[in-house]
């Protein structure tokens, strides 16, 4: 069974830093693409950065040069490195991979709030 299991949100000034992972198990690792997606209240669900198992790596317009995404296939683990955080990045962030077989499961963490706030 698959499980994300996601970690390090929280509250964080202006300007300030966080980082994000997600750790997968029950599935080949090395091999899924994995996203980090975020839903702000009363908005939709947004894609904001995605690493592929060849690196390729993609970012929504609105975090490029603030947000680094990473992987660590050792660990099974994905990361979002986010800073100069700014309050309009307060959302909940979700891990997100996709079964590249079938290409129509889709896997979600619980998500794990961020939170950005004087």
């Known amino acids: 069974q698959v499980q994300l299991v996601e970690s390090g949100g929280g509250l964080v000034q202006p300007g300030g830093s966080l980082r994000l992972s997600c750790t997968a198990s029950g599935i080949i690792f090395h091999i899924y693409t994995m996203d980090w997606y975020r839903q702000a209240p009363g908005e939709q669900r947004e894609l904001v950065a995605t690493v592929t198992g060849g690196l390729r790596i993609d970012y929504v317009d609105s975090v490029k040069g603030r947000f680094t995404i990473s992987r660590d296939n050792a660990k099974n683990t994905v990361y979002l490195q986010m800073v100069s955080l700014k309050p309009e990045d307060t959302a909940v962030y979700y891990c997100?991979?996709?079964?590249?077989?079938?290409?129509?499961?889709?896997?979600w963490g619980q998500g794990t709030q961020v939170t950005v706030s004087s």
């Open positions: 997100h991979t996709q079964d590249p077989f079938t290409r129509v499961t889709h896997y």
